[in-house]
């Protein structure tokens, strides 16, 4: 069965660059979402798109921005890059019923 | 202190053993709960999805919501030394088309052979 696709695998990144992460969610799923997990710690919810719109935000830093394009799939945008942000980012992708997310298998971001 | 808490273990158990995960959370209005597996270095795996208070079984594992209490449990019976892992349980208080899920901080097990 088709999973979440998330890439790149692996990103590494200077302080102050730019990235961009990648999200294809499982077909016929219409609610993407992203999510920040540091070393240790619980998956922190960052923001959702419903139908291409956003629909719930959550702690994520103004300097990063997120959008769901036509195809359904998401891009997360992180600009001006901190060492704080090293951590494992997460997609996950639900259908229009209560059945609980897929994760994708995550873009570990490190920040040298 | 956070909405959902989980103690972090290590724990660590002999193969065949029964293991009990908990959590307990703060947000009266939760009424969706899940329990996720994770591997090193993996997104988290759905492992088991309730509504409200009672037992669901699947297999080897057991969720149980004691809403009353404000806790909810995992049993894995038979564990095996591919259970070790960190288990994360999960909330959300409604399953519209978009829910964010709040997440206890993991408890990891280990199965020794």
């Known amino acids: 069965a088709a999973g979440v696709i998330q890439s790149p695998r692996h990103l590494i990144k200077e302080k102050r660059e730019t990235a961009t992460l990648k999200c294809y969610p499982i077909?016929?799923?219409?609610?993407v979402y992203w999510y920040q997990q540091g070393p240790g710690q619980d998956p922190q919810f960052l923001i959702s798109?419903?139908?291409?719109?956003?629909?719930d935000k959550g702690s994520i830093p103004d300097r990063f921005s997120a959008q769901q394009f036509s195809d359904y799939h998401s891009e997360l945008n992180m600009s001006s890059l901190e060492l704080g942000d090293s951590a494992l980012y997460f997609c996950?992708?639900?259908?229009?019923?209560?059945?609980?997310?897929?994760f994708g298998s995550g873009t570990r971001l490190t920040v040298v | 202190q956070k909405e959902v808490e989980q103690d972090p273990g290590p724990l660590s158990v002999p193969e065949g053993a029964i293991v009990s995960l908990n959590c307990t959370y703060s947000?009266?209005?939760?009424?969706?709960f899940m329990w996720y597996r994770q591997y090193s270095r993996k997104g988290p795996e759905l492992l088991m999805y309730?509504?409200?208070?009672g037992n669901k079984e699947d297999g080897r594992f057991t969720a149980q919501v004691d809403k009353s209490s404000k806790y909810i449990s995992l049993f894995i019976r038979d564990s095996q030394p591919s259970d070790s892992a960190t288990y994360l349980c999960?909330?959300?208080?409604?399953?519209?088309?978009?829910?964010?899920?709040?997440f206890g901080s993991g408890t990891r097990l280990l199965v020794r052979p």
């Open positions: 309730t509504y409200s208070s």
């Open positions: 077909p016929r799923h219409d609610t």
């Open positions: 798109f419903y139908e291409k719109m956003q629909s």
């Open positions: 996950a992708s639900s259908p229009d019923r209560p059945t609980g997310y897929t």
């Open positions: 999960a909330m959300s208080e409604s399953m519209d088309s978009s829910y964010k899920l709040i």
């Open positions: 947000n009266s209005a939760f009424q969706y």
